[in-house]
């Protein structure tokens, strides 16, 4: 392996493992927030005992989120540094602004922890409001340097001079907003199914009937919609991220949809392979004229293909597998949804199928692995561009050579860390059991939140 | 003063914010590691006490000063990653594996032992790399050659200079963090805890003296030219050393305000703060305008004047919103008598 493309598998490895932990803790403080509001409404003391068990979850997950989001910031300087450079003269703000977002998180997730009980319930609620705010922001700040390399805006470049900076003509670059919003409302879908699975797991396993089930199941409704309501909004807001393709990177939207000719009344091919050698998607279905309509709200639309591109600039083929899964997941999730609340709700039924109870425990990790997907497509899709049509990936990486002990050092370390939190929760939450915390919740002279043992 | 001298400014401060935090956390985790078994004296109580509700606080102060470097300037961030990439990824890597055992080792509690030895031994490691930085900043040990700039690993790991600071870091980690603890198990009433690290830190304070010393001596050699201008400051430098008898002073004095009880650990860590800050404040007098020593200069790197004044105000707005949080997260955590004061750690 060359040199670049190992820096490029070091860092998209460091980002791979950094986003788990990332967007479940912008998701999981939303479900937090949601049980303990629940709490005030309902006075039932379950939701407490959720809110409590999902923050010891969220603090053992900080614990790796933390230090792989400090590996991910430095390791851009480390290895782009000529991307940083760029960054720094002319995209400093979300870097600056993301730095407040993430002491609001800090501050007030090490109060809504350890101060849990010496504050008053309001202060509590306050507290963790602010931590998924603050959570949220570092999300949509981090994503909007994303936006900014795919739509880059608010400097003129010419003879390799970066001139006339507008620091926040680049903060609100033309895809900000639609990207930050996909982010964010995906990370919602990950927490509430990453919920949804522990939840449905537990319930086949505790007697029908009993405090401990009713607890999961309450959790699994709030899940649902939760869930339900951000995975339908994360599929608008996907559409819409794709028409922006196809109006910003159109050789992107064209290697999502392995499109090789431009053309009106363009069809939407779904699975299937693309071939480089003839030009062709092969095995897909094929739903005539959809593209079209999709990239531009009606089936005249032109959609650029592939061949108008010189090949060095279409990025790798494969995005369009990538692409498949990642919608194909989003629109599995709203179904699940759909029918959990339907089942619950209007037909009453007490019992969910096991079938069902099956793929709720496969949501979560279909939306991590949607995450880690959309994420693929998005950074790969954007090669060999590291800035769209401004700068190169090989232009911006480091000069240094023998960076492949690094990569395997810093996969170690990931191995390790990935290993041993999930030693670690299973331990905890062997240890301290939902009856546990229940009792707990019961006795009010015992500490809840702070309690361990 | 123009904006370069003002950025830089900006970022000596959060560096030497940085570096108080940091030592005390990475302090209090090798003392809560070296008295784990020393249950009467609760030593390893209050440092936990102290490092649970702060370690992510002082984490989120290395990325902001990470960010202001390639924020405010951005052509030395350039030349900084690309000769840090080797030191720079060992500390990642140590603070990876240091914060996670720490939150590892507060919650599986069973294994508490061996995953605070873990986080213990690497955090300790993590001073000495990185002041590291510095020297690597004086210059002598980046190659340019054919158009690229490279850091030369063994002349690093063979400059005596290189391992004086690296000893400096690692005695002045001890010191501080134990001077912060003795006041804060004081403030908690813990007096078998505030003994020990009393005794701590009238060990480590003149060992981190002695290796200042030696990190002068070593800088005549290898880098004249900083030597030379710290010394243009010498009245400053022998302030430095007044604060840092007046912080020694405070551990051996009888308290005046409480009776029957040894040392002023509030006056010792306000003196020795006030000792590094001077000391700090001369070295990067001497540092300017050089940010790596002689191709890089605040001028050279300064950022585009428009990304300056906006990222200036963010500093401002960022401030005065924070300012209250931090204010409330002391007095919850620092000052809460309750807090300090409680029997039994429920997160032991
Ligand atoms: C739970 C996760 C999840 C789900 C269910 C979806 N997405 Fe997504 N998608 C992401 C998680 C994600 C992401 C990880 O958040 C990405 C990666 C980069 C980004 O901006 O968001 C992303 C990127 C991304 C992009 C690329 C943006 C770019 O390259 O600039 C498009 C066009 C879509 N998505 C479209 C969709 C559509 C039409 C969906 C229909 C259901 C969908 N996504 C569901
Ligand atoms: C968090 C989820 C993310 C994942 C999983 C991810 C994944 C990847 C991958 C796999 C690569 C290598 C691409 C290739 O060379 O083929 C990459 C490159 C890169 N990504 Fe992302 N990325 C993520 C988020 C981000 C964000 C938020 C930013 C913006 C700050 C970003 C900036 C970059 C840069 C600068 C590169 C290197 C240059 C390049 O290859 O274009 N990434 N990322
Ligand atoms: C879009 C993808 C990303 C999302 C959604 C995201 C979100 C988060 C969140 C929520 C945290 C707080 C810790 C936690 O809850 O686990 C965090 C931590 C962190 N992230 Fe990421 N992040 C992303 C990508 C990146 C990238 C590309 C960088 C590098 C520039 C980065 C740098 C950091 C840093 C430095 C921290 C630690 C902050 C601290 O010290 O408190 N993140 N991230």
């Known amino acids: 392996m060359d040199d670049l493309l190992i820096a490029r598998s070091l860092f998209g490895t460091t980002m791979a493992f950094h986003i788990i932990f990332a967007t479940i803790g912008v998701g999981l403080p939303l479900m937090i927030l949601t049980a303990e509001l629940m709490y005030q409404r309902t006075k039932d003391q379950d939701y407490v005992v959720m809110a409590k068990r999902w923050t010891k979850a969220f603090a053992v997950l900080l614990g790796v989120g933390i230090p792989t989001g400090t590996i991910a910031g430095v390791q851009l300087s480390l290895l782009w540094p000529g991307f940083m450079e760029v960054i720094g003269r002319v995209m400093p703000l979300p870097f600056q602004i993301e730095i407040y977002a993430f002491f609001v998180e800090a501050l007030f997730m090490s109060i809504y922890v350890y101060a849990a009980e010496r504050i008053a319930p309001w202060m509590r609620i306050v507290s963790l409001i602010l931590v998924a705010m603050g959570a949220l922001a570092s999300a949509v700040l981090i994503t909007n340097v994303h936006a900014f390399q795919g739509t880059p805006a608010g400097f003129r470049y010419e003879d390799g001079k970066y001139l006339d900076i507008d620091p926040w003509a680049a903060f609100f670059n033309p895809s900000f907003f639609v990207t930050a919003g996909h982010v964010a409302l995906s990370a919602y879908v990950t927490g509430a199914f990453v919920v949804a699975s522990v939840a449905a797991f537990k319930l086949m396993k505790s007697d029908f009937g009993s405090r401990v089930y009713k607890l999961h199941q309450k959790a699994i409704m709030i899940s649902l919609v939760v869930g339900g309501i951000a995975s339908f909004l994360t599929a608008l807001n996907g559409h819409e991220s794709a028409q922006y393709l196809h109006e910003y990177q159109p050789e992107k939207l064209a290697a999502a949809e392995g499109l090789f000719e431009t053309q009106d009344h363009a069809p939407?091919?779904?699975?299937?392979?693309?071939?480089?050698?003839?030009?062709?998607?092969?095995?897909?279905?094929?739903?005539?004229?959809?593209?079209?309509?999709?990239?531009?709200?009606?089936?005249?639309?032109?959609?650029?293909?592939?061949?108008?591109?010189?090949?060095?600039?279409?990025?790798?083929?494969?995005?369009?597998?990538?692409?498949?899964?990642?919608?194909?997941?989003?629109?599995?999730?709203?179904?699940?949804?759909?029918?959990?609340?339907?089942?619950?709700?209007?037909?009453?039924?007490?019992?969910?199928?096991?079938?069902?109870?099956?793929?709720?425990?496969?949501?979560?990790?279909?939306?991590?692995?949607?995450?880690?997907?959309?994420?693929?497509?998005?950074?790969?899709?954007?090669?060999?561009?590291?800035?769209?049509?401004?700068?190169?990936?090989?232009?911006?990486?480091?000069?240094?050579?023998?960076?492949?002990?690094?990569?395997?050092?810093?996969?170690?370390?990931?191995?390790?860390?990935?290993?041993?939190v999930v030693f670690v929760l299973l331990y905890y939450f062997r240890k301290n059991t939902v009856l546990d915390d229940l009792q707990r919740a019961e006795k009010k002279s015992v500490p809840l939140f702070s309690s361990n043992s | 003063?123009?904006?370069?001298?003002?950025?830089?400014?900006?970022?000596?401060?959060?560096?030497?914010?940085?570096?108080?935090?940091?030592?005390?956390?990475?302090?209090?985790?090798?003392?809560?590691?070296?008295?784990?078994?020393?249950?009467?004296?609760?030593?390893?109580?209050?440092?936990?006490?102290?490092?649970?509700?702060?370690?992510?606080?002082?984490?989120?102060?290395?990325?902001?000063?990470?960010?202001?470097?390639?924020?405010?300037?951005?052509?030395?961030?350039?030349?900084?990653?690309?000769?840090?990439?080797?030191?720079?990824?060992?500390?990642?890597?140590?603070?990876?594996?240091?914060?996670?055992?720490?939150?590892?080792?507060?919650?599986?509690?069973?294994?508490?032992?061996?995953?605070?030895?873990?986080?213990?031994?690497?955090?300790?490691?993590?001073?000495?790399?990185?002041?590291?930085?510095?020297?690597?900043?004086?210059?002598?040990?980046?190659?340019?050659?054919?158009?690229?700039?490279?850091?030369?690993?063994g002349r690093l790991f063979t400059s005596p200079n290189v391992y004086t600071f690296i000893g400096?870091?690692?005695?002045?980690?001890?010191?501080?963090?134990?001077?912060?603890?003795?006041?804060?198990?004081?403030?908690?009433?813990?007096?078998?805890?505030?003994?020990?690290?009393l005794r701590d830190a009238k060990i480590a304070g003149p060992i981190s003296l002695l290796m200042a010393f030696c990190i002068m001596l070593t800088l005549k050699e290898e880098a004249r030219w900083i030597y030379d201008r710290m010394m243009e400051d010498l009245p400053l430098?022998?302030?430095?050393?007044?604060?840092?008898?007046?912080?020694?002073?405070?551990?051996?004095?009888?308290?005046?305000?409480?009776?029957?009880?040894?040392?002023?650990?509030?006056?010792?860590?306000?003196?020795?703060?006030?000792?590094?800050?001077?000391?700090?404040?001369?070295?990067?007098?001497?540092?300017?305008?050089?940010?790596?020593?002689?191709?890089?200069?605040?001028?050279?790197a300064f950022t585009d004047p428009n990304s300056f004044r906006a990222v200036f105000i963010t500093y401002i707005v960022g401030f005065a919103i924070l300012f209250p949080g931090f204010i409330y997260f002391w007095s919850l955590f620092m000052h809460d008598k309750k807090f300090l004061r409680q029997k039994t750690n429920p997160n032991q």
């Open chain 1, 268 to 420: 939407l091919a779904i699975g299937g392979f693309t071939d480089r050698e003839t030009k062709e998607i092969k095995w897909a279905i094929e739903i005539p004229w959809a593209l079209s309509f999709l990239a531009g709200n009606s089936f005249d639309t032109v959609v650029v293909g592939l061949n108008d591109f010189p090949e060095e600039y279409w990025p790798p083929l494969f995005v369009h597998t990538l692409f498949n899964a990642m919608v194909g997941i989003g629109s599995l999730l709203i179904l699940i949804s759909l029918l959990g609340i339907a089942w619950k709700k209007f037909l009453k039924k007490d019992h969910f199928p096991k079938v069902f109870l099956w793929t709720l425990v496969a949501s979560g990790p279909l939306a991590v692995a949607a995450i880690e997907f959309g994420w693929i497509f998005a950074c790969t899709g954007r090669q060999p561009w590291v800035i769209y049509r401004i700068l190169s990936t090989a232009q911006s990486a480091t000069t240094a050579a023998n960076l492949g002990i690094l990569f395997i050092l810093f996969a170690f370390v990931y191995v390790i860390l990935g290993t041993a």
């Open chain 2, 168 to 197: 400096f870091a690692f005695s002045s980690t001890l010191f501080l963090s134990s001077l912060l603890l003795a006041d804060y198990s004081k403030t908690s009433e813990e007096m078998d805890a505030y003994r020990v690290y």
């Open chain 2, 1 to 153: 003063m123009t904006d370069a001298l003002i950025a830089i400014t900006v970022l000596w401060g959060f560096v030497f914010i940085y570096a108080v935090m940091a030592t005390m956390d990475f302090g209090a985790g090798f003392w809560s590691m070296i008295y784990i078994d020393r249950e009467k004296t609760k030593a390893t109580n209050i440092a936990n006490r102290y490092l649970s509700p702060t370690w992510e606080v002082t984490n989120t102060f290395i990325v902001a000063l990470v960010v202001a470097v390639y924020s405010l300037f951005p052509t030395a961030a350039y030349t900084l990653g690309t000769i840090l990439l080797v030191p720079g990824s060992m500390i990642l890597l140590l603070l990876a594996l240091r914060s996670a055992f720490l939150v590892f080792s507060n919650v599986a509690t069973e294994y508490k032992k061996p995953l605070t030895y873990i986080s213990g031994i690497t955090g300790i490691i993590i001073p000495g790399l990185l002041i590291a930085v510095l020297p690597i900043t004086h210059g002598e040990f980046v190659d340019y050659g054919n158009g690229l700039t490279q850091l030369n690993l």
């Open chain 2, 237 to 300: 430098l022998l302030t430095s050393l007044g604060f840092f008898l007046l912080g020694g002073a405070g551990l051996f004095l009888p308290n005046f305000f409480s009776k029957g009880v040894k040392g002023m650990p509030r006056l010792s860590v306000i003196a020795v703060t006030a000792q590094y800050l001077i000391a700090s404040y001369v070295y990067g007098k001497a540092h300017l305008p050089y940010i790596v020593y002689p191709n890089v200069t605040i001028q050279s």
